[in-house]
């Protein structure tokens, strides 16, 4: 079994920055790709940034240049900084992690428990 949890959700006012993690554990043979997600109430969850096992990046339109997603292999965490929060940046980040598991190489394909973030003067 996959397991991810996530921290760093929080209350910050325009134009601040905020630093979500995501830790993945358990049987994890290897990582394909970990992304970033984001929802809010009535609408269809968006993808706001991955990176892959080469670490290459990739942002939504919306959040390039004030985003920034990083991964730290040894510890199978991602992260996402984000910069220049805007209200229209208000839901709840979700992370996903796609990767092989042991011991038989099953595909997983698992997302954490969800975050708010909040972003209101």
């Known amino acids: 079994q996959v397991q991810l949890v996530e921290t760093g959700g929080g209350l910050v006012q325009p134009g601040g920055s905020l630093r979500l993690s995501c830790v993945a554990s358990?049987?994890?043979?290897?990582?394909?790709?970990m992304n970033w997600y984001r929802q809010t109430p009535g609408m269809k969850r968006e993808r706001v940034a991955g990176?892959?096992?080469?670490?290459?990046?990739d942002y939504a339109a919306s959040v390039k240049g004030r985003f920034t997603i990083t991964k730290d292999n040894a510890k199978n965490t991602v992260y996402l900084e984000m910069n220049n929060l805007r209200p229209e940046d208000t839901a709840v980040y979700y992370c996903?992690?796609?990767?092989?598991?042991?011991?038989?190489?099953?595909?997983?394909?698992?997302w954490g428990q969800g975050t708010q973030v909040t972003v209101s003067s």
């Open positions: 996903n992690v796609v990767g092989f598991s042991y011991p038989h190489g099953d595909e997983f394909d698992r």
């Open positions: 358990g049987s994890i043979f290897s990582i394909n790709a």
């Open positions: 990176i892959d096992a080469d670490g290459r990046t």
